[in-house]
């Protein structure tokens, strides 16, 4: 019954933008934090950006600061996360989860929901 399902991957160029949705049902979407997740080939899997229940507060990786932004739209169950200025190790399937906190959770571990992911692929 829940369901975690990102769209919005694609293929860009260096210095490009993308934005990536997530569309969350079956779970009280309201109260939970929502974090975006990427994993490259061969790499393990990394934290990328988080909200809180309100939207207010956010948090993000030191690679995704200053061009990437995550927001949520409550009333839709939807988050978002805005991608500028791509570079070529962006490159990485990305995951939308769920993780039932009172506070800001960065860790994998402390979500309970996830999607399949979609893929990012930036390529000159």
């Known amino acids: 019954q829940v369901q975690v399902v990102e769209s919005g991957g694609g293929l860009v160029q260096p210095g490009g933008s993308l934005r990536l949705s997530c569309a969350a049902s079956?779970?009280?979407?309201?109260?939970?934090?929502m974090g975006w997740f990427r994993q490259a080939p061969g790499k393990e899997r990394e934290f990328v950006a988080a909200i809180g229940w309100s939207g207010i507060m956010t948090q993000y990786s030191d690679s995704a600061k200053g061009r990437f932004t995550i927001s949520r739209d409550n009333a839709k169950n939807l988050v978002y996360l805005q991608m500028n200025s791509l570079k070529l190790e962006d490159t990485a399937i990305y995951s939308c989860?769920?993780?039932?906190?009172?506070?800001?959770?960065?860790?994998?571990?402390?979500?309970?929901?996830w999607g399949q992911g979609t893929q990012v692929t930036v390529t000159a």
């Open positions: 079956g779970f009280t979407f309201r109260t939970h934090f």
């Open positions: 989860a769920a993780a039932p906190s009172v506070i800001m959770v960065v860790e994998s571990a402390r979500y309970s929901y």
